[in-house]
Structure formats: structure tokens, C-alpha cells
């Protein structure tokens, strides 16, 4: 008897050293959430205003989301919404997107990760362009990096054979972990892609924190919904570890009555 409470023992030290050991991993949790059904909220999300226009809040269907201003003159400028927190480090970002405009400038939207709000926001950006339909349609994503020193430099882009489609939703999920990116994509209702669509990192390592945002250029017209931050889940959570726990101690008691 003494035996068998010492293995039990011996078992949950083995879980509870192993969730000590790697609690920072061991849970997903949600960072930042927004699905926009209320509206914008200032204490989530600082507003940059660009040539009389910002990003609003707009509704569809009883369902809240939020849509940018076109600017209709000829200062090219990104309008900017970024979140009030600013120690974003190592995250999963998901969000909705959907294009209503394009142009031969293929009318960038720009995703910020561990930016900043000064109006150049530095940090890093993941830019899409959307030249659709103007030909040849690619799909153009890019990670690109706004060095301290003020020039930008591209870390890898992908071009793809598929055109976006306007008005459609799609979700995009971004993982940015130390220094690497990836990023994938898919539309709305459909299953999500095992792969990713694009790696790389950046070796200098420029930014470590920061805010996440949204960046509209020029004449373009995107809406976002269902903003979500989450750490990376690199582990089996806590309760698969229970189960395993408690499966191995079974195990051992089945095989001490077999013994016995
Ligand atoms: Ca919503």
C-alpha cells in the first residue's frame, strides 16, 4: 500500500514539475479580443485621423465590424488603427478581412505587429496588396520590417496564382514568434489550411514588443472583424497532462492487481 501512494505520488510530481517547468507555454490564452458588435472602443484601440478620414464602425446584418474612409486626395497615406496595448512579444493574430476596392496601386492594407503609433509606425507590417481586377490579379503579401533608422525593407514576399475576391471575408492568421513570421489564409466558412503560406524572420531582430493594427491606403476600402490575440500554444494543455497523468497511474494499478 505504501508502494502504490508513493508511484502516485511520484506521478503527480511528474505533472506538476513538468506544468511548473513550462507554464508559459502551456496555455493558449487570449491576449486581446474585439469582434466590434458595440463599436469601437478607444480604451482597446487608438484612432489615427489622415486627410479627414479614420477607420469607423459600421454594421451589417446586426453584425458589428469596422471600415475605413477612402481618401480622395492625392496625399497617399495609410490610416491607421492600432490597439492602446503595447507589449504585444510572441502571439497568434487572427482576424476577418475583407477587400471592397482595388486599383492599379494595388491599394496595400497593412497589418502591424509590434508597431508603434508615431505616423510612420515602426515595427513590423505584413502588407497585401489588392490590384484586383485590374490584371494580373496575383495575390501580393509581403513582411516587411520599418527599421529605427526610418527605411523599410522587405523580409520575404509571396505571389500567388488566385486572385482575392472582393466582398468576400477571409480569415488570416498570423504567428510571430521571436524572430519568424508565417502566415496563412482562407475564406470564410471554408476549413483551415494545414500549411503556411509564407515564412521567414527577421536576424536583426529589430523589435521585440509592440501594438497590433490596421493600416488602409490611399483610396482603399477594407473592412476587419473578430480581432483575436493568442499565445502560442506549443504544448499539450494542462489537461491533456491530467489524463496522462491519471492514464499512467491506472495503468499501474491495473498492473499491480494483476501482480497481486
Ligand atoms: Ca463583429
Given at each position: 500500500?505504501?508502494?502504490?501512494?508513493?508511484?502516485?505520488?511520484y506521478?503527480?510530481?511528474?505533472v506538476?514539475?513538468?506544468?511548473?517547468?513550462?507554464n508559459?507555454?502551456?496555455?493558449?490564452?487570449?491576449?486581446?479580443f474585439?469582434?466590434?458588435n458595440t463599436g469601437?472602443?478607444?480604451?482597446?484601440?487608438?484612432l489615427?485621423?489622415?486627410n479627414?478620414?479614420?477607420w469607423?464602425?459600421?454594421?451589417?446584418g446586426?453584425?458589428?465590424?469596422?471600415?475605413t474612409?477612402?481618401?480622395g486626395?492625392?496625399?497617399?497615406?495609410?490610416?491607421d488603427?492600432?490597439?492602446?496595448?503595447?507589449d504585444?512579444s510572441?502571439?497568434?493574430?487572427s482576424?476577418?478581412i475583407?477587400?471592397?476596392s482595388?486599383s492599379?496601386h494595388?491599394?496595400w492594407?497593412n497589418?502591424?505587429?509590434r508597431?508603434?503609433?508615431?505616423?510612420?509606425?515602426?515595427g513590423?507590417?505584413?502588407?497585401?496588396?489588392?490590384n484586383?481586377?485590374v490584371g494580373?490579379?496575383?495575390?501580393?503579401?509581403?513582411?516587411?520590417v520599418h527599421?529605427?533608422?526610418?527605411?523599410?525593407?522587405?523580409?520575404?514576399d509571396?505571389?500567388?496564382?488566385?486572385?482575392w475576391?472582393?466582398?468576400q471575408?477571409?480569415r488570416?492568421?498570423i504567428?510571430?514568434?521571436?524572430n519568424?513570421?508565417?502566415?496563412k489564409w482562407?475564406?470564410?466558412?471554408?476549413?483551415e489550411?494545414?500549411e503556411?503560406?509564407?515564412e521567414?524572420?527577421?536576424?536583426?531582430?529589430?523589435?521585440s514588443?509592440?501594438?497590433i493594427?490596421?493600416g488602409?491606403?490611399?483610396?482603399?476600402?477594407?473592412?476587419?472583424?473578430?480581432?483575436?490575440?493568442?499565445t502560442?500554444?506549443?504544448?499539450?494543455e494542462p489537461?491533456?497532462?491530467?489524463?496522462?497523468?491519471i492514464g499512467i497511474?491506472?495503468?499501474?494499478?491495473?498492473?499491480r492487481?494483476?501482480?497481486?
Open positions: 500500500m505504501i508502494n502504490w501512494i508513493s508511484r502516485v505520488g506521478v503527480f510530481s511528474f506538476f514539475i513538468f506544468l511548473v517547468l513550462f508559459q507555454y502551456v496555455y493558449a490564452d487570449i491576449l486581446f474585439d469582434n466590434f469601437i472602443d478607444t480604451t482597446k484601440w487608438y489615427e485621423t489622415v479627414g478620414a479614420r469607423i464602425y459600421a454594421e451589417e446586426g453584425n458589428g465590424y469596422i471600415t474612409m477612402p481618401q486626395n492625392w496625399n497617399n497615406r495609410y490610416v488603427i492600432l490597439s492602446q496595448k503595447d504585444f510572441d502571439f497568434i493574430l482576424y476577418d475583407r477587400f471592397r482595388s492599379w494595388r491599394d492594407r497589418v502591424y505587429l508597431g508603434d503609433i508615431s505616423s510612420n509606425v515602426y513590423y507590417g505584413m502588407y497585401v496588396g489588392v484586383v481586377p494580373p490579379h496575383p495575390h501580393i503579401v509581403q513582411f516587411a527599421k529605427p533608422d526610418g527605411s523599410t525593407a522587405s523580409l520575404g509571396g505571389i500567388y496564382d488566385k486572385s475576391d472582393l466582398n471575408w477571409y488570416f492568421k504567428y510571430l514568434v521571436n519568424n513570421f508565417k502566415v482562407w475564406e470564410q466558412g471554408a476549413l489550411p494545414i503556411w503560406f509564407l521567414t524572420s527577421d536576424p536583426d531582430k529589430f523589435y514588443k509592440g501594438r493594427g490596421f488602409n491606403y490611399w483610396r482603399g476600402v477594407t473592412d476587419i472583424d473578430n480581432v483575436k490575440v493568442e502560442p500554444d506549443v504544448v499539450p489537461m491533456s497532462l491530467l489524463m496522462f497523468g497511474i491506472g495503468m499501474w494499478r491495473i498492473r492487481m494483476v501482480v497481486v
